[in-house]
């Protein structure tokens, strides 16, 4: 199956500051790509789609300013968390559709002190 | 909203026995489904997938049950393994729609 890489596979930062994850097609190209959160124990929650060359579309309740999202390339998309605060700690993963299945990341565990 | 569900959050299954875990959903309009594993700290891997033109589906020790009339969705196991020890999601949508819609996971344990 097609390759989707992310990292960092997990993040640690002070409450304030700004966190970039990266998730990567390695083997094919994706025009929209996928991002996810979830938290313990919990089923996953689409944040937002990813469109290479336009702005990503949001999920109702999930802050644009808050979570920016770029998709310069056919093989890259970045999931910014701006200003990270606790309640922003949780496990992010992100997807990309290829040979018409959805593959995921593995994801990136955000740790906010 | 319409939302795909599940309501028994862990199985327990002795090494060797088969497994079956259920999905029920809601949105009629639903025409692909989707059975993903996930270990701790990982993303989903995707196990098999099966179409509304379908009522069964079978993958390397998987099948995928579709029943249509009652909006249900099985995912059975054969001869269980510890390596499947883990979290299953059932995932749907429907043509047009790229958005998955998650249901709340099965925690599947195999006993050595």
Known sequence: ?113 | GESVGLHLPTLSVQEGDNSIINCAYSNSASDYFIWYKQESGKGPQFIIDIRSNMDKRQGQRVTVLLNKTVKHLSLQIAATQPGDSAVYFCAENFFGNEKLTFGTGTRLTIIP
């Open chain 1, 1 to 113: 199956g097609a390759v989707v890489s992310q990292h960092p596979s997990w993040v640690i930062c002070k409450s304030g500051t700004s966190v970039k994850i990266e998730c990567r097609s390695l083997d094919f190209q994706a025009t929209t790509m996928f991002w996810y959160r979830q938290f313990p124990k919990q089923s996953l929650m689409l944040m937002a789609t990813s469109n290479e060359g336009s702005k990503a579309t949001y999920e109702q309740g999930v802050e644009k300013d808050k979570f920016l999202i770029n998709h310069a390339s056919l093989t890259l998309s970045t999931l910014t968390v701006t200003s990270a605060h606790p309640e922003d700690s949780s496990f992010y993963i992100c997807s990309a559709r290829a040979q018409e299945k959805l593959f995921f990341g593995s994801g990136t565990q955000l740790s906010v002190l």
